[in-house]
Each structure stands twice: as structure tokens, then as C-alpha cells.
């Protein structure tokens, strides 16, 4: 099932990479594996996946402790101060810092033989209460409080809209957030990465510029 499943996004993201004028080597698939069992993680890399995201820390820990050393591992879920440490010493990427003082953690407990630490701004685009992330009027003081944390690296930004009706009222909703990510660049910053869409609105945000997707029902099917 995984490996029909990943045939079929593949498919997905080619098509509308062909929509919009794209390069399907643009785009970064993340497996968003939260709560998939090894085995299952093991099937998809064995069928050509290598990044897997996880949300909870004590269980990727177990994951990556146990599977391929080729993995490469991005931290999507909410940050608890006391948990930084160790997401720094043991994730290749974090998509959801949206404060000085987890970038200033993450930055002081980054092992120095492990590089960079790449990361993503979480803004809140859809103001909601409920979800974390940086307001888009706090964007530019965050990046001049953190541009000298020098093990962190600031990749771009990753957003979670709340989920919209159709495919127009999607990518509306993405082109804001590409705009925001131009506007930034046009200011000297040098992002790369767009980490939006998920399984029910990833072929909007490959049309509006993603650069990365996290897609867990998609490739692992519904969580039992």
C-alpha cells in the first residue's frame, strides 16, 4: 500500500510541477510518519523516500536511533523549551520555530560536528488562536534578534492554513504566504524553502511556489 500510495503523489507532484512551470527536483516530500510504526517507515524509504517528519520527540528518538543512518529527519511538531536540547542534537531540520528563545535553545545545544542546524519560521497566517507561529509583523524583529545565531541556519518559512474548501481558496491562500517569502528576500534574506501543503492541499502548494511537502494519511493511509 505504501509504496502505491508514494507511486501516486510522485505522479501528483509531477503533474503539477507541469501546471505550473516547475521542476519536479524542487520538491522535497516529507513523510510526515508520526505514529507509524518502523516497519512502515522502512517500507516507504524502501520505496525511494528519505525524509520523514516527526511531531513528537521521545518517539522519533526510538526511529532514529533504529532506521537508516541516510534518513534525514524534520522536527513538525510544537516545541516545548525543555525538549530544544535534544530536537537540536538529533534532527536534521526544525520546520516550527516561532521564538527567540527556542531558536536561542536550539542554537546553544546544536553539537558543533553536526553542522548547521536548518530551520524554518512558523507564521500563523490564518491568525488562529489555537495553532503556533510567528504573526507576520513579528517576522522581520525575529530574524534580526536570531541572524547571528551561528548553528542555525534560516531556511524559509512552513505554514499550516486552516483548511480551505477548494483548490482556489488553497492556493490563495499559499501565494500570500510566496509573497510574504519573495518580500522577505527582496530585504537580503536568502530563504530557499517554502515548507507548505499536507495531504488534503499539497498539489495547491507545489502550484504556489512549496518547496517542501509533509504528507502522512497520503503515504501511510489513515492513523488506526
Known sequence: ??????QKIY???????KLSGRKTNEII???ASKAQKIESIKEA???GLTHFGENYLQEAEEKIENLSKDLVWHYIGSIQSRKAKRIAEIFDWVHTVDSVKVAMKLNNARPKSRGFLNVCLQINIDNEESKSGLDLKEIDSFIEQTKTLENLKVRGLMVIPKP????????????????IFLALNEKGNNFDTLSMGMSSDYAA???EGATMV????GIFGPRK
Request: net charge negative; with cysteine; aromatic share 4%.
Open 45 to 47: 524509504y524502501e520505496s
Open 29 to 31: 516530500l516529507i513523510g
Open 11 to 17: 505522479q501528483d507532484i509531477e503533474e503539477n510541477c
Open 205 to 207: 502548494a507545489i502550484q
Open 164 to 179: 480551505r474548501e477548494n483548490l482556489g481558496e488553497q492556493k490563495e491562500v499559499f501565494r500570500m504566504v510566496k509573497n
Open 214 to 217: 509533509r504528507v502522512g494519511t
Open 1 to 6: 500500500m505504501i509504496s502505491s500510495n508514494l
